[in-house]
């Protein structure tokens, strides 16, 4: 294999690249505003500056879906900002759905001026970031951000897994539905994140509470409303159920030995949703498993920078997980 020197995670929300013996060198919005030169639609702001110019922004992915056409865009801004070019590899850490497109990764990063790359689940690159003792043991690993990553890994393989349509997003737009339905106030998708990240619990004692501003429905005026953790209670309790459920799903695909490895380590989680409060007695309740909660958000990138360090390892995960 050629030598990878950086590694792009695009996600819903932040596109981050690594880059090895440096460190994180991009850590922007995955957004931008775009506008038609002649018959060519161009990037006119990228990532943050998109989402604060006061114009109407694309998302890159939405609803868990990649427009690689945007993608090309954003990246191109981007690569030049960090000069990425002909002489450098890259790999791309995407979501377990998204191995299915591994070609089309590929041809963005060609159409780049990018001809040595490879494509590998980012839930790998989170395992190698989580520094697992005795990695030759099964793992689940669990990343809860905008959707939600499960992955039973060993030695670099991942054994079953599967990308659950929950998680970050659906929190908000649950927040969304909540506050207009029992309100009658619009808030918009940034108060909405707000509202998660101040408010969300799993404990039912939780008495936090915030005001936020909307409009009222139907009309042009503003209100202001108070909305606690209590109120939302019932909403991330339904959430997070799905996420245990589909962890209860992947282990019963998971022979004896696998899940005893499972039941003496615990639950890897991280992502921004795993450190909603009350998580981890939540799963060990509703899946008898201990948990172990990744608080800072670059665990992933943490990972990529290991394996980009060692091309033998990043090798042998291109080659076992290239048909997940």
């Known amino acids: 294999m050629k030598k990878i020197n950086f590694a792009v995670s695009m996600g819903s929300n932040v596109t981050s690249i690594y880059k090895a013996g440096v460190g994180v060198v991009l850590s922007d919005k995955t957004a931008l505003v775009t506008a038609l030169k002649g018959k060519r639609e161009v990037a006119v702001h990228v990532?943050?500056?998109?989402?604060?110019?006061?114009?109407?922004?694309?998302?890159?992915?939405?609803?868990?879906?990649?427009?690689f056409t945007l993608a090309e865009l954003l990246l191109g801004e981007f690569f030049k900002r960090i000069e990425i070019g002909?002489?450098?590899?890259?790999?791309?850490?995407?979501?377990?759905?998204?191995?299915?497109?591994?070609?089309?990764?590929?041809?963005?990063?060609?159409?780049?001026?990018?001809?040595?790359?490879?494509v590998i689940p980012s839930v790998i690159a989170t395992t190698y970031g989580f520094e697992i003792e005795n990695f030759r043991k099964s793992f689940l690993i669990c990343d809860i951000g905008v959707n939600t990553e499960i992955a039973v890994v060993n030695n670099g393989r991942i054994i079953s897994g599967a990308t659950?349509?929950?998680?970050?997003?659906?929190?908000?737009?649950?927040?969304?539905?909540?506050?207009?339905?029992?309100?009658?106030?619009?808030?918009?998708?940034?108060?909405?994140?707000?509202?998660?990240?101040?408010?969300?619990?799993?404990?039912?004692?939780?008495?936090?509470?915030?005001?936020?501003?909307?409009?009222?429905?139907?009309?042009?005026?503003?209100?202001?409303?108070?909305?606690?953790?209590?109120?939302?209670?019932?909403?991330?309790?339904?959430?997070y159920s799905v996420i245990a459920s589909a962890i209860l799903q992947l282990l019963s695909s998971c022979n004896n030995e696998i899940n005893q490895d499972i039941k003496?380590?615990?639950?890897?989680?991280?992502?921004?949703?795993?450190?909603?409060?009350?998580?981890?007695?939540?799963?060990?309740?509703?899946?008898?498993?201990?948990?172990?909660?990744?608080?800072?958000?670059?665990?992933?990138?943490?990972?990529?920078?290991?394996?980009?360090?060692?091309?033998?390892a990043l090798e042998k995960v291109v080659a076992e997980n290239a048909l997940v």
């Open 47 to 67: 990532g943050a500056d998109a989402v604060t110019s006061g114009l109407e922004y694309k998302r890159v992915i939405k609803d868990g879906n990649i427009d």
């Open 86 to 118: 002909k002489k450098d590899g890259v790999v791309f850490l995407v979501p377990l759905e998204d191995m299915k497109l591994m070609y089309e990764y590929k041809n963005l990063a060609y159409a780049l001026g990018v001809n040595n790359v490879e």
């Open 164 to 239: 659950v349509i929950s998680g970050g997003e659906n929190i908000d737009n649950k927040i969304i539905n909540y506050i207009l339905d029992d309100r009658g106030i619009e808030i918009s998708k940034e108060c909405a994140e707000r509202v998660k990240n101040e408010l969300v619990t799993l404990l039912p004692n939780d008495i936090r509470s915030i005001t936020v501003d909307g409009f009222i429905k139907d009309t042009t005026e503003y209100s202001t409303v108070s909305i606690s953790s209590t109120d939302l209670f019932g909403l991330v309790v339904e959430e």
């Open 264 to 312: 003496k380590h615990g639950i890897y989680l991280c992502g921004a949703s795993s450190k909603v409060v009350g998580i981890d007695k939540f799963f060990e309740v509703k899946l008898d498993l201990k948990s172990i909660v990744y608080k800072p958000d670059c665990v992933t990138m943490i990972g990529a920078g290991q394996l980009l360090d060692s091309p033998i």
